[in-house]
């Protein structure tokens, strides 16, 4: 069989619109990623900001400023120079061969 | 009338000029007009958009953050796209501290301005609630953070929002180009109505971010000096102070408190602010006598009972006075320790001006130390050819007429403590890139030898004696003991010393075997009590006992312990000897000592620099004067190999180029 001038233009259009198709679909596809990507972006963002807030309020929670009054408010205080013993890791080993 | 083939003729004529002219404008459009109206068309369907790139983070010595980089928003709001407008004016009149009814103005028929923006800077936690909320754009824009209490404030300084971001003071403005990223930019497809797509096609610069700085400072050991300086302000009602923590044997800086009268971080002038020591400088005039060999045997000066009046120049006289009189002769060693005007002035005398004025720069008095801040102040120290006869002198050897930093006092006393050596003060520890590889590490820097080992001994000995129970530093004694000078210097305002206005300072330098900090502490103008000893000392001796109880100190706790109990062991089996035993046995009264008692080599600088040159002349302990002027050392003299005394002088001859 041989193939007339209509099916030509048949075969022609089906390959344009095959071309065309895949073209679309990647178009698409790079499109919903793009958005994807921006919404990953957005979100990173977010949780960097988060992280730092946090960050900021351990700070705050944990600083002397904060911790000394409650602490001194619960009947503790800073330790005065009489109460500040160093052990090295010596003695505590010449303590424990005494003990023995 | 013309023939048909003469209007032919002409009507080719007039046919092909216009084609001529149709291909000379499609011509001239296309080859000279085309780029510039083909980047005309690309400017109306595409917009530039800056990528913010995150700015590095600055960390003390130990990892904890002290300034980073945030996030935060700008919030436009598209009245037209928003669906629950209640939700959102209920909700935005929050987050963006506006009124629900200023808020609600925008969504009344007829409100002209459609797309509203709120400036702010807001933070997440406050713009979390209308996040993600039709109508909602949030812009965003990178701030600066500090997480925890605002540390060290004026030393790290402060970053503009604007122009991406720039440091505008401190640590931020000197390191800005280290700290700064470099922004992204993406070119997106918009319609004429100013809509986007993000085309995948589009094209992007990905931002880079800038490297992360680690401190020397100590956060923990920061905290306790700005919280124990506020406190001494507030007790002695004083006008401001400041704090530095120094290890000597690095130049390390640990911790920098500065405040001003309301309690609050000014700028740092640890680094900007000289002042007249006072007695904390008298120790400087003792080591440059004994490393100059003025001091002989027991040699003593009277203490004139405290008031000492002498003849300057023609029939003009000049009273010196002491707080404690001594009337019986002193050593210099007990100078020192009961800070004696008198005796100071008196043996400075031995010292000739130049060499007086040589030794005092060479602790590196009246020079920047090059510290890494953006607007280190020199200090002043006139040259000796400016002194004026039976003032200067002895005026310089008791803390006038000479200015400081606290910073030059600290690196000063800093040679006490590391056996005669100054070495170069820094702020940077390391430098990394984002993905946390070390660019830079700090290695300790040695400026130049001042003094030899054993003068630095003797010195750290009178020190001792000046903190112990008969000196004035007393209030200043911390477990592991502590060597220091106390001041109290007259302020100067308007020309003239001001009458009851004092600077109170302490130096200090812990612990007194094998030292690991030097701390400076001054405040200015206490009321009630003002000695250096009743003000100064105290506070440094309460910030020394809390660095000790602290969960992660920067000092060596088991240097000290161990200390602690040889002592005690001394105690027990020597219970009648002093418990005090000094870091290190020297004969007293002082010893003969002259200094330079090494050799060094000269170093090859041909062909360097000068700033080169003259660090590695340094290096090797000589000085360096420059002959000439340009850039590059020709030749030195004496030449390189040779050796000569530490301390003396290599002559550095430059020119503009590399030739003659």
């Known amino acids: 069989m041989t193939l007339r001038g209509r099916h030509w233009v048949v075969v022609w259009l089906m390959l344009f619109l095959g071309t065309a198709l895949a073209i679309a679909s990647r178009q698409n596809k790079a499109l919903a990623t793009a958005r994807r990507l921006a919404v990953l972006q957005d979100r990173r963002i977010e949780l960097e900001a988060r992280r730092t807030e946090l960050l900021r309020q351990i700070g705050q929670v944990t600083s002397r400023e904060i911790l000394v009054p409650r602490m001194e408010r619960a009947g503790m205080h800073l330790p005065s120079e009489s109460e500040n013993i160093l052990i090295t890791l010596d003695s505590l080993v010449a303590g424990a061969g005494r003990g023995r | ?660």
């Open chain 2, 1 to 660: 009338m013309a023939r048909p083939a003469a209007r032919i003729v002409a009507l080719q004529v007039g046919l092909g000029a216009g084609l001529l002219l149709l291909v000379a404008r499609a011509g001239w459009l296309q080859l000279v007009k085309g780029g510039e109206f083909a980047r005309r068309a690309a400017a109306q369907r595409t917009v530039t958009t800056e990528l913010p790139a995150r700015r590095g983070t600055i960390y003390d010595r130990n990892g904890t953050p002290l300034a980073v980089s945030e996030p935060v928003y700008r919030v436009q709001l598209a009245v037209k796209e928003v669906r629950d407008t209640t939700r959102l004016v209920s909700r935005g009149a929050r987050a963006l501290g506006v009124s629900t009814a200023s808020l609600r103005r925008y969504f009344r028929p007829g409100a002209d301005e459609l797309y509203p923006y709120f400036h702010g800077p807001f933070r997440e936690s406050q713009i979390a609630p209308i996040r993600g909320m039709r109508g909602v754009r949030l812009e965003t824009v990178y701030s600066r953070g500090y997480p925890g209490l605002r540390l060290a404030a004026p030393v790290i300084g402060a970053v503009s929002l604007e122009d991406g971001g720039r440091g505008e003071s401190g640590l931020e403005r000197s390191l800005d180009s280290i700290l700064a990223g470099r922004p992204g930019e993406t070119v997106d497809l918009r319609t004429p109505s100013g809509q986007k797509f993000e085309s995948p096609d589009r094209r992007v610069r990905d931002p880079v971010p800038g490297h992360d700085v680690v401190l020397t400072l100590d956060a923990q050991l920061q905290e306790i000096a700005e919280n124990a300086l506020r406190k001494a302000l507030a007790e002695y009602k004083a006008e401001a102070g400041d704090v530095l923590f120094l290890d000597p044997r690095t130049g390390e800086l640990l911790a920098l408190a500065s405040l001003n009268e309301s309690g609050l971080p000014g700028s740092a002038t640890v680094f900007t602010s000289p002042f007249e020591p006072g007695s904390t400088a008298k120790p400087f005039t003792a080591a440059s006598l004994l490393a100059l060999g003025r001091i002989k045997g027991t040699e003593t000066v009277s203490g004139e009972n405290g008031s000492w009046t002498y003849p300057t120049r023609g029939r003009a006289t000049r009273t010196i006075e002491d707080t404690h009189a001594e009337k019986a002769p002193m050593t210099l060693a007990r100078v020192i320790e009961v800070s004696s005007n008198i005796g100071i002035a008196k043996f400075s005398r031995k010292l000739r001006w130049e060499e007086h004025y040589d030794m005092l720069r060479a602790f590196g008095f009246g020079a920047p130390t090059g510290v890494e801040y953006p607007s280190e102040a020199t200090g002043a120290l006139v040259r000796p050819d400016r002194w004026d006869p039976g003032y200067d002198a002895e005026s310089i050897a008791m803390g006038y007429r000479i200015q400081v930093t606290p910073l030059q006092l600290a690196l000063g006393y800093a040679v006490f403590a590391n056996d005669g050596v100054l070495m170069a003060p820094t702020l940077i520890r390391e430098i990394r890139s984002a993905d946390r590889r070390v660019l830079y590490r700090m290695e300790p820097e040695v400026v130049r030898r001042v003094l030899p080992v054993e003068i630095a001994v003797q010195m750290r000995e009178m020190l001792r004696m000046a903190a112990s129970e008969s000196g004035t530093g007393s209030q200043g004694q911390v477990l592991g003991g502590i060597l220091g000078k106390t001041g109290t210097a007259r302020q100067a305002e308007h020309g003239s010393y001001a009458s009851g206005k004092y600077r109170a300072s302490f130096v200090a330098i812990y612990p007194a075997k094998d030292p690991q900090l030097v701390a400076v502490v001054t405040i200015q103008n206490p009321v009630g009590a003002y000695y250096g000893g009743q003000t100064a000392a105290p506070t440094t001796a309460s910030m020394l006992k809390q660095a000790l109880s602290a969960r992660q100190s920067v000092i060596d706790r088991s240097v000290i312990a161990q200390a602690e109990r040889r002592k005690g062991a001394t105690a027990q089996s020597e219970s009648d000897e002093d418990l005090n035993e000094p870091a290190a046995s020297v004969r007293l009264p002082l010893k003969d000592t002259a200094p330079g008692t090494g050799m060094a080599r000269v170093p090859e600088v041909a062909g360097r620099a000068i700033r080169g040159a003259v660090f590695a002349v340094h290096q090797r302990g000589l000085r360096a004067r420059v002959e000439g002027s340009g850039r590059v050392v020709l030749r030195s003299l004496p030449a390189a190999g040779d050796s000569l005394p530490v301390g003396k002088t290599v002559v550095l001859f430059v020119s503009p180029s590399r030739t003659p």
